[in-house]
């Protein structure tokens, strides 16, 4: 059938109404004019995908550069030139509908559109090593992606010339100022890996130390992070560290900051020069050990890392913050996390979060003054964005 397509959505799809209907077009921009397959259909819905263009906006799409693009499903928007102002009107229009907020994005930041992913997870399958082929378990075989960094895609060509694939599942790259390469197999084996001696500084099987370190270090501005096999690390170091900084000019000189969801303890460095005291919760274990190496290679003792659910403050610490730093997964907060903070009334409580609809709808929970927001384009070419809420208790 022959659409236009009038706007987009959260995900980058066109979106068209017609008798009653909406549809979702993959790589389809506003005013352009298109024939589709209908993939999906509901009553009321319909996604599908361009088969033909009748006519293309000029002014809003460019050649995506990848290969893969629309197969792999890793880079959903980048046929969008101005990918910025989409995140910023996504996040603005989020805000406005389900926080009830007129507060506007200040900007998107954006340092690297390409090569800038310090992470890969391969899958491997039939003697296929790539990517997942978008909604299926299928694998795309690829010889370099364009999102990583170099170095990365100079470990992918090492593998692909002369590793043997059988028995092997996943293989993951981690590349900062050192590399890490992970083999996950399906069973016990031994693995040639002299071929990456050369080449990296830590290679692990499952979770077996074969070679190197068994940590990698990352910089970010004048602090250093351990990197471990298992744990999370911000995959566009030079975005995250951007946003630290930024998060570090939010705080005045204060006595006591929580860092919640503290992960490796990446924020609560980097704001830890504001404060008399940092407290830093996580529940993964593995994220609080780094946490507290991290803590010592940048000779700092004026911050306390636990091993915690962030909603459970008060079995850690009587303190009383000043300042709440919050970096929830994707899910948002859950209601008790949001009672305590409200409980432990902070001045001021800084959201960090990758998902604007979940963050919409904890705003309006938290009943905080919205005083600012500012995007950071974390993961360019893909729908998602990244953003830091300032808030300022009402009362």
């Given amino acids: 059938m022959k659409l236009i397509i009038e706007g987009l959505d959260h995900q980058g799809r066109g979106i068209s109404k017609q008798n009653e209907k909406v549809y979702f077009i993959e790589n389809a921009l506003p005013n352009e004019e298109v024939e589709v397959e209908i993939i999906k259909e509901k009553k009321n819905i319909a996604e599908g995908k361009v088969i033909k263009y009748y006519k293309k906006n000029d002014s809003l ?28 009107d996504k996040i603005n229009n989020i805000i406005d509908k389900y926080a009830n907020s007129n507060i506007k994005v200040e ?15 391969l899958q491997v399958k039939n003697n296929k090593l790539g990517l997942y082929k978008k909604g299926s378990n299928d694998i795309v075989e690829i010889n370099e992606c364009l999102l990583v960094k170099e170095k990365i895609n100079e470990i992918i060509k090492l593998i692909k010339e002369n590793q043997k694939l059988d028995n092997i599942n996943q293989i993951i790259i981690k590349s900062m100022e050192e590399t890490m390469v992970t083999f996950i197999t399906n069973k016990d084996i031994n693995i040639n890996v002299d071929y990456l001696k050369k080449k990296v500084e830590s290679i692990y099987i499952n979770d077996k130390l074969v070679y190197g370190k068994n940590k990698i270090i990352a910089q970010m501005d004048k ?41 490796t303890g990446t924020i609560g460095i980097f704001v830890s020069n504001k404060a008399d005291k940092v407290v830093g919760l996580e529940i993964n274990k593995d994220a609080i050990k780094d946490a507290n190496e991290n803590k010592k290679i940048n000779n700092l003792n004026n911050i306390d890392f636990y091993e915690a659910n962030a909603s459970n403050i008060k079995q850690k610490t009587n303190l009383k913050p000043d300042v709440i730093i919050v970096d929830p997964p994707r899910s948002g907060l859950d209601d008790k996390m949001i009672e305590d903070i409200k409980n432990l009334k902070p001045n001021k409580l800084i959201y960090v979060s990758c998902d604007p609809m979940t963050l919409a709808r904890d705003l309006k929970k938290l009943d905080y003054n919205i005083i600012s927001i500012k995007g950071f384009n974390m993961f360019p070419n ?14």
């Fill in 107 to 121: 900007e998107v930041v954006e340092l690297n559109k390409y090569n800038y992913r310090n992470k890969i997870t």
């Fill in 223 to 263: 602090y250093k992070f351990l990197v471990s096999s298992n744990s999370f690390f911000q995959v566009n170091t030079p975005v995250a560290t951007a946003m630290y900084k930024y998060i570090d000019s939010l705080i005045p000189k204060t006595n006591v900051i929580f860092d919640l969801y503290c992960g």
């Fill in 61 to 88: 799409r460019e050649e995506p550069l990848c290969p893969y693009y629309g197969i792999c499903g890793g880079c959903d928007i980048m046929h969008i030139k101005n990918q910025n102002k989409y995140k910023q």
């Fill in 382 to 395: 893909t729908y998602h964005v990244e953003s830091v809420i300032l808030l300022q208790r009402k009362d």
